[in-house]
């Protein structure tokens, strides 16, 4: 067990629509990390939050936001989803800004019909 | 562009024998390299890591070289046990950057 949480582990919806991820980091972790896995690809980085704050941001597609709340849980909102968006969505989280040793969580597997 | 490879998507030994896994990498900007090992249904795990000012990372039956010339890194696994059965996933990071960037996973089966 990482100590970093994800919920909910599968979510099946269809095209269009939109979902929440959401993810609990390790307690005391001030980053986390939302990677995106498709089908034979290996982890994309979408974006990381330190304390709150945006930090940096990978191949995010403009329909995906995200937030880190004052509890330092995340959340990863995917809207008009398309059936490309089918995939594992994996949380990590460390006590530094660096993203070096993160802890993943089990992912949240996204299947759009 | 695929800025980790790892190009072999799978490999099979058997148990005792060494397992060889490899990754190369096109950014000489990466100063910092991990490996994470990952289990069916588990998010990865942090296995072993290298900095660029070593060449050779050693912790336990794991072991980790790097080429910087080459641009290539492999993980050494001795001896491979069936529990080491999981894909492996080699990553890169840039020194004042924040992303990982990730290859795309080499399954290790280890045959008992």
């Known amino acids: 067990d990482s100590g970093v949480t994800q919920t909910p582990k599968h979510l099946i919806t269809a095209t269009g629509q939109r979902v929440t991820l959401r993810c609990s980091p390790r307690?005391?972790?001030?980053?986390v990390y939302w990677y995106q896995q498709s089908l034979d690809q290996g982890l994309q980085f979408l974006i990381h939050?330190?304390?709150?704050?945006?930090?940096a941001k990978g191949n995010i597609l403009e329909r995906f936001s995200a937030q880190q709340f004052p509890d330092l849980h995340s959340e990863l909102n995917l809207s008009s989803l398309e059936l490309g968006d089918s995939a594992l969505y994996f949380c990590?989280?460390?006590?530094?800004?660096?993203?070096?040793?993160?802890?993943f969580g089990q992912g949240t597997r996204l299947t759009v019909v | 562009d695929q800025q980790v490879k790892q190009n072999s998507p799978s490999l099979s030994v058997q148990e005792g024998r060494i397992s060889i896994l490899n990754c190369d990498y096109t950014n000489s900007m990466f100063d910092y390299f991990l490996w994470y090992k990952k289990y069916p249904a588990e998010g990865p795990t942090f296995l072993i890591s290298?900095?660029?000012?070593?060449d050779k990372n050693e912790d336990g039956r794991f072991t980790v070289f790097l080429n910087k010339s080459a641009k290539h890194l492999s993980l050494h696994i001795v001896p491979s046990q069936p529990g080491d059965s999981a894909v492996y996933f080699c990553a890169a990071i840039q020194g004042g950057s924040e992303k990982l960037v990730f290859g795309k996973g080499t399954k290790l089966t280890v045959n008992p």
């Open positions: 307690s005391g972790d001030l980053s």
């Open positions: 290298i900095s660029s000012i070593k």
């Open positions: 990590a989280s460390s006590s530094q800004v660096s993203n070096t040793e993160a802890f």
């Open positions: 939050y330190y304390n709150g704050e945006e930090r």
